[in-house]
């Protein structure tokens, strides 16, 4: 076919290199020349293409490269492999979101806002900015989602009130309760003579009910609201600044009175 490895070479062969296997080969002169030939990937670069390692493969190489800037970086090695020792991953049945109880929905969203405020906590003082705005975000989604939610479940009855609760830090959130599970809404000072409680611990829902999935305490909680008037909603104050790290916490959403379940980390709120 070639009579010279630069006829060869001319024509798209080449040697191959580290990591590199199949394509079209020949050997010429003892040398072996491959064109087009493929490149051995990383486990995870395998699993980006939705595929696994199989537990019986042994690397086709070792790569060895220099990560981070040139001062501070450092080297690596990882394995690759190639197409033939992986398989194709189990797909994921991806169910649609369905409408569920509509308490235990919004029990389950105000859960997951916590979950959320508390990631963008972490994220922060990991200094993961990008991450924790993200969160955040999610978080004030939720808690909306939850104050509008709280405002027409009382208008239609199936929420009523029963009491008010005092934090330590002298704001009080209005009970509300049925279906056998309470919540609590920021509120102002309640008026002269009403019944006032010192925060104590209390079960947010039926201790044998579980936890729907958010996508589907989400999808219940937008077609309840769905035409309904959106309404403004009571707000705590924000905290004094000193009240607060030195870091800048408020970046993350917790200084400006949104979350309504941020004093002393309560978890039935």
């Not at 062969?13 to 990591?19: D, P, Q, S």
């Not at 086709?60 to 450092?74: D, I, M, R, S």
Request: net charge positive; with cysteine; hydrophobic share 30%.
């Amino acid at each position: 076919m070639f009579r010279t490895i630069k006829a060869a070479k001319s024509a798209g062969f080449r040697e191959l290199r580290k990591g590199e296997y199949g394509g079209e080969q020949i050997t010429l002169k003892g040398q072996l020349l491959a064109r087009d030939p493929k490149a051995a990937l990383s486990a995870t670069a395998w699993g980006e293409k939705g595929c696994r390692v199989r537990d019986d493969a042994e690397p086709h190489a070792t790569l060895t490269g220099h990560v981070g800037g040139a001062a501070g970086g450092k080297t690596r090695s990882w394995h690759v492999y190639r197409d033939d020792q992986v398989l194709p991953k189990a797909q994921r049945k991806h169910s649609p979101a369905k409408t569920v109880d509509l308490l235990a929905a919004l029990w389950a969203a105000n859960r997951s806002a916590k979950r959320w405020r508390n990631a963008a906590r972490g994220q922060y003082n990991k200094r993961a900015h990008q991450f924790a705005s993200s969160s955040k975000r999610r978080k004030e989604s939720l808690y909306a989602l939850k104050a509008q939610a709280l405002h027409h479940l009382v208008t239609d009855g199936v929420l009523q009130h029963a009491g008010y609760h005092r934090f330590l830090d002298g704001n009080y959130a209005e009970l509300l309760s049925g279906g056998g599970y309470t919540f609590h809404r920021p509120c102002p000072h309640p008026t002269d003579g009403a019944i006032v409680e010192d925060r104590a611990d209390i079960d947010a829902k039926p201790r044998q009910s579980r936890e729907v999935r958010l996508k589907d305490a989400e999808h219940t909680l937008t077609s309840y609201l769905s035409g309904r008037l959106r309404v403004g909603v009571y707000e705590w104050p924000p905290r004094p600044r000193d009240e607060y790290p030195r870091r800048h916490v408020d970046d993350i959403g917790d200084a400006g009175g949104r979350d309504d379940d941020d004093r002393g980390d309560e978890d039935d709120i």
